[in-house]
C-alpha cells in the first residue's frame, strides 16, 4: 500500500517527473503506471464484489448490485434508521478488512477465471519492485521539483527555486545559469535571496524544457544514464565523469551565440 | 576510432583540444536557430551558421516570402552573418533549410525554450 501512495504521489509531480534521457522508457514507465491504477481499481472492485455478492461474473454487475445494496437495506430499515447505519458501517469495515487480507492480494484469487494480461503484468512488476528495484524500470530517478516562477513587473521573471534545482543536479549555479540565459537568448542575474531573475517573460515550462536538455547534455551518464556525475574543467575543456560506470566524455563549452540586439535602437553605438 | 578514444577517461588526450575548439566553435559544423524576446509578445528568431558558400540574401528572400514575415541580414563580427526573421519562426526555417537541402536535419540545433 504505501508502494503505491508512493506511486500516487509520483504521478502527481509526472509533469516534472522529466529527465529520464530516453523517451521509450518514459512512455513504458506512463504504461506500468496506468496497469497498476488498472490492477488496483480492479482489486478494490473485485473485493467490494467478493464481499458483497459471491460468484457473480461481472465485476460491473457485482458493483451495481453492491452500490444499490446498502441503500435498499436502509430504506427498509428506515424507522430503525440506527440499525441501518450500523449495517452501513459494517459493511464498509468488512470492505477494509479484505482488502487489508493479504490472500486478496491479486483480483483473480478466490476465482477460477482466466488472468488478464495486465493483471499479470502488474503482479511482475510488483514482484520486480519487491525484489530488485532497478529492474522494474523506475530507479529512483531524480526528481526533479518543477522550476517556480514569478514575474516581476512586466518584464522580468524570477525563477525561484532555480538553487534548488542545481544543488538536485550537483552543478554549479554560474554553469546551469549560463546555459539557460544563453538559450533563452536574455539576461539575467542572481538576486539577494539567491532567485534567478531573468529579462523577458517566460513561463515555468519554458525553464523545465530548457533543463531538460540541459540534463541530458551536461549532467546524464549516456553510458549508463546515471545522473551521479562530475562535470569538471580540464585544459580549458569540460569534461563530464561518471560515478556510476567510470566512462567520461567531454562536453561543449557553453556558448552564447548570436544575440540580436533587441530593444530602444539608440540604446548602443 | 579517434571516437573511441575521447570515450576513455583518460587524463589528456592531445587530440581533444583540436576537436572540442571545433564543436565549440560549433557554429562551424552546426547551425544554430535561436529566439529571443522581444517587447510583448513579440519574438525574433535568428539563424547563424549557415555555410558561406550560400547566398544569405536568396535565402533570406525564400524565408520572408515562405513564412510570410519580414527579416534582414545582419554582420555580427565574431559569427559573421546571421539571419533575423520576425516572430517565432524556428520550426519553419529548420523545416525549410532541410527540404531546400541547404543543411541537413542532424547539423540544425534549435534553441530556446
Ligand atoms: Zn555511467
Redesign the interface.
Known amino acids: 500500500m504505501a508502494d503505491e501512495n508512493q506511486l500516487d504521489a509520483k504521478d502527481e509531480v509526472a509533469e516534472l517527473a522529466p529527465f529520464d534521457p530516453t523517451k521509450k522508457k518514459k512512455k513504458k514507465k506512463v504504461t506500468i503506471q496506468d496497469t497498476e491504477d488498472d490492477s488496483v481499481d480492479k482489486l478494490a472492485e473485485k473485493t467490494e464484489n467478493l464481499s458483497v455478492s459471491e460468484g457473480l461474473e461481472s465485476t460491473f454487475a457485482g458493483l451495481k448490485k453492491k452500490k444499490k445494496k446498502p441503500v435498499e437495506t436502509s430504506i427498509l430499515n428506515e424507522d430503525t434508521g440506527d440499525a441501518g447505519e450500523d449495517l452501513d458501517d459494517h459493511a464498509g469495515e468488512d470492505d477494509k478488512g479484505d482488502g487489508l487480507v493479504p490472500e486478496h492480494r491479486y483480483p483473480w484469487e478466490g476465482s477460477d477465471r482466466d488472468y488478464e494480461y495486465e493483471e499479470l503484468l502488474g503482479r511482475v512488476f510488483n514482484i520486480l519492485r519487491e525484489n530488485n528495484p532497478e529492474l522494474a524500470g523506475d530507479r529512483r530517478r531524480t526528481v526533479m521539483r518543477p522550476p517556480q516562477v514569478l514575474r516581476e513587473g512586466t518584464?522580468k521573471t524570477v525563477f525561484v527555486n532555480f538553487m534548488d534545482l542545481c544543488k538536485t543536479m550537483h552543478r554549479q549555479p554560474d554553469h546551469v545559469m549560463t546555459f539557460l540565459l544563453?538559450?533563452?537568448?536574455?539576461s539575467g542575474s542572481l538576486d539577494g535571496q539567491q532567485r534567478l531573475v531573468v529579462k523577458?517573460?517566460?513561463?515555468p515550462?519554458?525553464?523545465e524544457?530548457?533543463l531538460r536538455r540541459y540534463v541530458n547534455e551536461y549532467v546524464i551518464c549516456l553510458g549508463c544514464k546515471s545522473p551521479d556525475t562530475i562535470l569538471s574543467k580540464?585544459?580549458r575543456?569540460f569534461?563530464l565523469?561518471c560515478e556510476k560506470c567510470?566512462?567520461?566524455?567531454?562536453v561543449?563549452?557553453i556558448?552564447a551565440?548570436?544575440?540580436?540586439r533587441?530593444?530602444r535602437r539608440n540604446a548602443g553605438t | 576510432m579517434s571516437d573511441l578514444d575521447i570515450q576513455i577517461p583518460t587524463a589528456f588526450d592531445p587530440f581533444a583540444d583540436a576537436k572540442a575548439e571545433d564543436s565549440g566553435a560549433g557554429s562551424k559544423e552546426y547551425v544554430h536557430i535561436r529566439i529571443q524576446q522581444r517587447n510583448g509578445r513579440k519574438s525574433l528568431t535568428t539563424v547563424q551558421g549557415l555555410k558561406k558558400e550560400f547566398s544569405y540574401n536568396k535565402i533570406l528572400k525564400d524565408l520572408k516570402k515562405e513564412f510570410c514575415c519580414n527579416g534582414t541580414v545582419v554582420q555580427d563580427p565574431e559569427l559573421g552573418q546571421v539571419i533575423q526573421l520576425q516572430g517565432d519562426q524556428r520550426k519553419n526555417v529548420s523545416t525549410f533549410l532541410v527540404q531546400a537541402g541547404i543543411v541537413k536535419k542532424e547539423h540544425i540545433k534549435i534553441h530556446g525554450f
Open positions: 518584464k544563453a538559450e533563452l537568448g536574455t523577458g517573460r517566460f513561463a515550462k519554458n525553464f524544457g530548457i580540464e585544459n575543456l569534461f565523469r567510470g566512462s567520461g566524455r567531454s561543449a563549452p556558448k551565440g548570436f544575440v540580436a533587441v530593444g
